[in-house]
């Protein structure tokens, strides 16, 4: 059982508020909604198991991108996420430990001649991504000479590399594996522009929450929970962040 200070910091509602971003294929952060209408993804399994370790429902809090949660981490909307680590949003959540090892890069559309993740950086080349998210910010420092055009969601993303009205995408890794056939004739570059992790999150101020979603954590990864809910989402090249990896 959570002691007093975990419960009352992580589900002073009485259920476990849990922030997921959309999106049109998952990643170890991204959930996607299905024809019936239910979210999945590996921080819905996760989130959902909290809520239950914690012996409260689980409210599932729908979201465009990491941008829109951690912009709305100070207004008491949400009480657990499953986020990209950067530097720029540990100013607005508290990071426990990391459950899943973390690389971004390019989705080039099939008329853009850029062959690598550094010739995107280049004046003329537009790259699209997700506002507000560590992947497009961490593009937008790496490819400063390139033109960088933000969306709001990814769906939108998806459609202006469709479209040609952008040459490359910024998103992780496993997402593009899923975006990829969603325009054909589009490459994913080789290397990475981030390396990070993707980790559990809770509003700042709330210490034991913290604490316990870091324990959680740990022992998810230990008892085979992450990487089951890598593999259920199709996403058995992810790989697990070590035991103990802080973000």
């Known amino acids: 059982m959570p002691?007093?200070?975990?419960?009352?910091?992580?589900?002073?509602?009485?259920?476990?508020?849990?922030?997921?971003?959309?999106?049109?294929?998952?990643?170890?952060?991204?959930?996607?909604?299905?024809?019936?209408?239910?979210?999945r993804g590996v921080a819905v399994i996760?989130?959902?198991?909290?809520?239950?370790?914690?012996?409260?429902?689980?409210?599932?809090?729908?979201?465009n991108g990491s941008g829109e949660i951690q912009n709305s981490a100070a207004d008491n909307k949400w009480d657990v996420a499953f986020l990209p680590v950067d530097e720029e949003r540990k100013k607005f959540v508290d990071f426990g430990n990391a459950y899943h090892l973390l690389q971004s890069t390019y989705l080039v559309g099939p008329a853009a001649k850029v062959a690598s993740v550094a010739a995107a950086n280049t004046a003329g080349v537009r790259i699209g991504g997700v506002a507000n998210t560590a992947t497009f910010r961490t593009s937008n420092k790496t490819a400063p000479n390139a033109a960088h055009v933000s969306y709001d969601k990814a769906d939108a993303a998806v459609a202006a590399l469709q479209a040609g009205d952008v040459d490359a995408l910024a998103f992780s890794r496993e997402s593009l594996t899923g975006l990829a056939p969603k325009v054909p004739g589009s490459r994913i570059l080789d290397g990475g522009f981030l390396n990070s992790t993707t980790s559990v999150a809770v509003p700042k101020g709330r210490p034991a929450a913290l604490a316990y979603v870091t324990e959680f954590i740990e022992e998810a990864k230990a008892s085979g929970l992450v990487r089951k809910a890598l593999d259920e989402m199709g996403l058995r090249s992810s790989q697990v962040a070590p035991a103990g990896m802080k973000s």
């Open 46 to 63: 996760l989130g959902t198991a909290l809520a239950k370790k914690l012996g409260v429902p689980v409210q599932l809090l729908a979201h």
């Open 3 to 39: 002691d007093a200070a975990a419960l009352k910091e992580l589900a002073a509602t009485g259920k476990l508020r849990v922030a997921i971003a959309i999106a049109p294929t998952p990643s170890a952060q991204f959930a996607v909604k299905d024809e019936a209408g239910n979210y």
